[in-house]
């Protein structure tokens, strides 16, 4: 099975792409299935590193944290920016040191950062192990610290223990 | 004229405010890139467009053709899926980009590499 | 009656994206630096993405879908492009 198709989570993806960009009929569905396969055989060429999700239920309890948090820090940012007289804003640079060492994980973490407006991920420090964050409105720096740690990254270290 | 179909008001109703919220949010991130004054705080506002703002838009033509095509069109989640995984990306490449031009330059508001600045 | 509620909805949308793509417009053509030119072209191919999208709800086409999911492949592409340019002064090391 491995052998075969090596990475099914990947392949399956790939159908559904394909699936839903020309439509399900028998010849589309029989294409779809032969691309998917050679889509991952050439995923096989450049080896990347295995994933392992764990605990299904903290993947959608992250999935419902991430999204109730991007819609409200939505309407946080809109009411920023549009304030008839902009205030003093006290945006600046967090540096937080992170538990995490799993590259997938750091990745997810910086995506998942990244994407909630009013956050951004600049960099990560390999050597020290810390992020450099960019907060639009910093009140609290330590605060910070907290919410990517309790809200973010716990979760993440569960599901990829 | 517009060929928009005669959708019953259950339907138009939703896909009306959705589209308005989308195109609102994504309004007020542009007008962040413009009232925002440095660089580092306009990088936050194209997010509200290609979070929320891509998103209720899809979620506004995916029930109008589901509706007026009477059966299910899935295929804007593609774009949703798209722009939430290559936004994110894009705008931490350019904030790199542009903390290490500022570093190069000497500027003394932007953080230090490193250990350094650490708390 | 949903008719004009949709065909008003549309219209305000669309008139909404194209005052954003303006913003970004304006930010690409008055920088002041490169990485502010890079942020508002990112953001004026995204808003361009919307505007098609609206456009397809507007005539009925599922064709503008196809535009639109180019459109942003292509400005995802030349973003990270000039982000690599930006660092390193050139976009293939």
């Known amino acids: ?161 | 004229m517009s060929a928009t179909a005669d959708l019953p008001l259950w339907a138009a109703l939703p896909v009306a405010l959705l589209l308005l919220l989308g195109a609102g949010l994504t309004l007020a991130g542009s007008i962040g890139l413009i009232r925002l004054r440095d660089f580092y705080a306009r990088v936050h506002s194209p997010t509200l467009g290609t979070t929320m703002g891509v998103s209720s838009i899809l979620l506004g033509s995916i029930i109008y053709f589901s509706v007026t095509g009477s059966r299910l069109v899935l295929h804007e989640i593609l774009i949703a899926i798209f722009m939430g995984v290559t936004t994110p990306v894009t705008l931490m490449l350019l904030a790199r980009a542009a903390l290490y031009r500022d570093r190069r330059e000497g500027r003394d508001d932007v953080p230090p590499p490193g250990t350094h600045g650490a708390p | 009656m949903s008719a004009a509620l949709l065909e008003w909805s549309v219209f305000l949308a669309q008139a909404m994206l194209a005052l954003a793509m303006g913003c970004a417009a304006w930010r690409t053509l008055r920088g002041p630096r490169a990485q502010d030119r890079v942020l508002g072209l990112d953001t004026l191919y995204v808003n361009a993405a919307m505007l098609l999208l609206v456009f397809g709800i507007r005539t009925g086409s599922v064709l503008y879908f196809e535009a639109a999911l180019i459109i942003a492949l292509l400005g995802f592409v030349a973003t990270a492009a000039l982000a690599k340019f930006l660092m390193r002064g050139e976009v293939i090391e």
Not at chain 1, 120 to 142: F, P, Q, R
């Open chain 1, 1 to 161: 099975m491995r052998r075969f198709l090596p990475y099914p989570l990947a392949a399956l993806a790939l159908l559904l792409t394909w699936l839903l960009l020309t439509g399900l009929s028998p010849a589309t569905l029989l294409l779809g299935v032969v691309l998917a396969w050679l889509g991952t055989w050439l995923l096989r060429v450049m080896d990347p590193p295995r994933l392992r999700l764990r605990r299904f239920r903290v993947v959608l309890d992250l999935m419902w944290v991430v999204a109730a948090e991007i819609a409200r820090s939505n309407f946080a940012v809109a009411r920023i920016v549009l304030a008839p007289r902009p205030r003093t804003l006290s945006s600046g640079f967090v540096r937080i040191p992170l538990e995490m060492r799993d590259p997938i994980g750091l990745a997810a973490l910086a995506c998942i950062i990244t994407a909630t407006p009013g956050t951004v991920w600049v960099e990560y420090d390999s050597a020290d192990g810390t992020m450099l964050l960019h907060v639009l409105d910093l009140i609290d720096e330590t605060e910070w610290a907290g919410i990517i740690k309790n809200r973010y990254e716990r979760r993440l270290m569960e599901v990829l223990a």
